[in-house]
């Protein structure tokens, strides 16, 4: 336990420093912050729940609309603003900007958990790959649609209110760096709470067969729902944030991105570990960390590499890092290992 | 919103018939796509990227001045590699496992195909000129180009031409076997393998020849598949598996649905339209299911 605590404080104070210490990798960062965020909340349904939806894209996108919405409509008419394509005809005060900025996280977290609880229900009651493919008509029908809606833009895109001039260049990255980062720790305190807890067994349940957990006189369709709510509530936050970050959205290329960072989200969990509360940070890490690498080398040729990553990964890596570590040290996660019963199932295999 | 297709008649002949011959191509991709779901019990989420590329081969031949509609024949016999090496670098190992896992690994092979395509041929939006003129009916009030009806009357060919094949052949026999039970019909002598590698041949096969006609009769772009595979799965979860008339018909339903959409909500939301229907479908499913508690899975 003084270990973990040890480890945990050790984390938050390298979070808290990063900045400083790597000051030219600030966007990188909140970047990651954010992908963090979403490989999170994506395992609470993949991992956990053992419902592998495509469809966290919807509340990431419809986060970033929402925020971005706010903290204009606020101040300035929308349909204007949009109509000018983000002309510096309304500036932001840096007061309206913060104003701004904190309603509209606030609505773009509570509307699409919202949604989650009113499409919740007869989304999920879907199985396996009909859940799959259902979510994922949802993330592609919405970036469709919202290409087609005047007031945020439509297909020539929204631009975000531009950061005001406070405090100099570096503080557009602080700032952004600092929201996603708080964003992370309140993911993750929220998961490692709930992972704790009997809601944790109960998808779990859910996961290993649905039937059964019902026959058990469990709500599966309760939990599902609130499972899924929480999902919606992170990955909208995630989407605002990333929304101000990039400071402009796009229907399908930034806000509903299901090529990119709707299968993000499924590979870093995968990568990292499904079912495991470290696996999607380390696979969001890694994840990150080999696209920024390597992405720039490959000048155009990433969607390729996109692709044949994502067939490796899910052909010969599909229990993830932590997965792979489990079998290598079983010890330290826990599990008592009989050593003849460990040596018979390998001659099994 | 614009009614106008309920205010002049004649618009709507024109797009209910437009939406059946274009539901006949539908259908014959979704006919792909119901043989290798119930053989190898696989979604390909590459399908409607198989279609493109076959379109693609059309469009070469096109532009090296060959007619157009030659690529029904070639397309389909390249893309029967095409397929059969797909299978045997990726599709074989993702067969007997989880569902999720296949979905996920042709969702890569999609990306995948899409990018080659993009590097390949351009991210312009093409089309092969079959140059087959127009049909004009009732007093030029419906206008039906030559190549769509041309288009529909190929597919039908094909599809019934693969209907004998699939009653006749040897293979044919070993793939309906298959599809019936993997494991018995290997004890009685059946190389699965091989006949999931040509399963997975005769789909893309199918994909190149609607394809061609695509190309043909619409426009292809790079980024157009997924679209094509989300109708296939739709009319395939519609009709059920190994339902052949009723693949046929829930095709030229989703057909005369898209133009109807089309007309009614205009062009931009035609692709969304067609996404919402997949979800509405799928929640209509999930209700009947629910209702009699006979969840599939």
Redesign the interface.
């Known amino acids: 336990m003084n270990k973990n605590l040890i480890l945990y404080a050790a984390i938050l104070v390298f979070g808290l420093a990063a900045p400083f210490i790597f000051p030219a990798f600030k966007v990188q960062l909140s970047i990651l912050c954010v992908l963090i965020v979403l490989a999170l909340t994506w395992n609470i349904q993949g991992g956990e729940m053992g419902y592998?939806t495509f469809g966290n894209i919807l509340f990431y996108g419809l986060g970033m609309y929402l925020c971005a919405s706010v903290q204009v409509g606020m101040f300035f008419p929308l349909a204007e603003w949009t109509e000018s394509g983000g002309e510096k005809t309304f500036v932001h005060t840096p007061t309206q900007f913060f104003q701004g900025m904190a309603v509209g996280l606030v609505v773009a977290a509570v509307v699409p958990t919202i949604v989650a609880g009113l499409i919740g229900y007869?989304?999920l009651?879907?199985?396996?790959?009909?859940f799959?493919?259902?979510t994922?008509?949802?993330g592609?029908?919405a970036g469709?649609?919202s290409?087609?809606i005047e007031i945020i833009g439509a297909?020539q895109g929204f631009t975000t209110p531009p950061f005001p001039d406070v405090g100099g260049l570096e503080s557009r990255g602080e700032f952004f760096y600092f929201l996603s980062f708080m964003a992370v720790v309140l993911t993750f305190i929220t998961v490692k709470s709930i992972y704790s807890t009997r809601f944790k067994l109960i998808l779990n349940a859910i996961r290993d067969n649905e039937?059964k957990a019902e026959a058990m006189g469990i709500q599966t369709m309760k939990y599902k729902i609130i499972g899924w709510m929480i999902s919606a509530f992170f990955c909208g936050l995630a989407g605002g944030i990333m929304g101000g970050l990039v400071g402009y959205i796009d229907s399908t290329d930034v806000a509903f991105d299901g090529?990119e960072m709707g299968?993000f989200m499924?590979l870093m969990a995968?990568l990292g570990g499904k079912g495991t509360l470290w696996g999607p940070v380390i696979g969001a890490t890694v994840f990150h960390i080999f696209k920024e690498g390597f992405w720039t080398f490959f000048l155009?040729?990433q969607?390729?590499a996109?692709?044949?990553?994502?067939?490796v990964i899910?052909?010969y890596f599909?229990e993830g890092i932590m997965g792979w570590l489990r079998e290598k040290y079983p010890e330290r996660f826990g599990e008592v290992v009989d050593e003849a019963d460990r040596k018979a199932q390998v001659e099994l295999k | 919103m614009d009614f106008m297709v309920f205010q002049y008649p004649m618009i709507s002949v024109q797009a209910c018939l437009d939406g059946i011959l274009l539901g006949i191509l539908f259908a014959l991709i979704a006919y792909g796509m119901a043989l290798q779901w119930g053989v190898m019990n696989i979604i390909n989420i590459a399908q409607g990227d198989l279609v493109i590329l076959g379109g693609y081969i059309a469009y070469f031949m096109y532009l090296y001045g060959i007619h157009p509609a030659w690529g029904v024949i070639v397309a389909p016999i390249i893309m029967y590699f095409v397929g059969v090496g797909l299978y045997k670098l990726v599709i074989n190992k993702v067969v007997d496992r989880d569902l999720f896992i296949s979905i996920l690994a042709t969702f890569g092979i999609s990306i995948l195909f899409m990018q080659l395509m993009n590097f390949a041929f351009g991210a312009d939006v093409v089309l092969a000129n079959s140059g087959y003129g127009t049909t004009f009916l009732f007093d030029s009030a419906v206008v039906l180009p030559n190549s769509k009806i041309f288009s529909a009357f190929i597919s039908i060919l094909f599809a019934i031409c693969l209907v004998i094949y699939m009653k006749k052949s040897k293979l044919g026999r070993a793939i309906r076997a298959t599809a019936q039970n993997a494991r018995a019909a290997k004890i009685l002598g059946v190389d699965t393998e091989k006949v999931y590698a040509a399963t997975f041949g005769i789909n893309a096969a199918l994909c190149g020849v609607a394809g061609a006609l695509i190309s043909i009769t619409f426009t292809i772009h790079p980024y157009m598949g997924l679209p094509y595979t989300i109708r296939s799965f739709m009319i395939v979860i519609v009709a059920g598996l190994g339902n052949l008339p009723g693949v046929a018909l829930s095709g030229m339903g989703l057909g005369v649905f898209e133009e109807f959409a089309d007309y009614i909500l205009g062009t931009e939301f035609r692709i969304g339209a067609v996404f919402l229907l997949l979800v509405l479908i799928l929640v209509y499913r999930r209700f009947k299911l629910s209702r009699k508690r006979e969840y599939l899975k």
């Open positions: 592998n007869s989304i009651g879907l199985r396996g790959h009909y799959a493919i259902c994922l008509g949802l592609v029908a469709e649609i290409g087609g297909g039937d090529r299968v499924v995968i155009g040729w969607y390729v996109l692709g044949v990553l994502i067939v899910v052909i599909p």
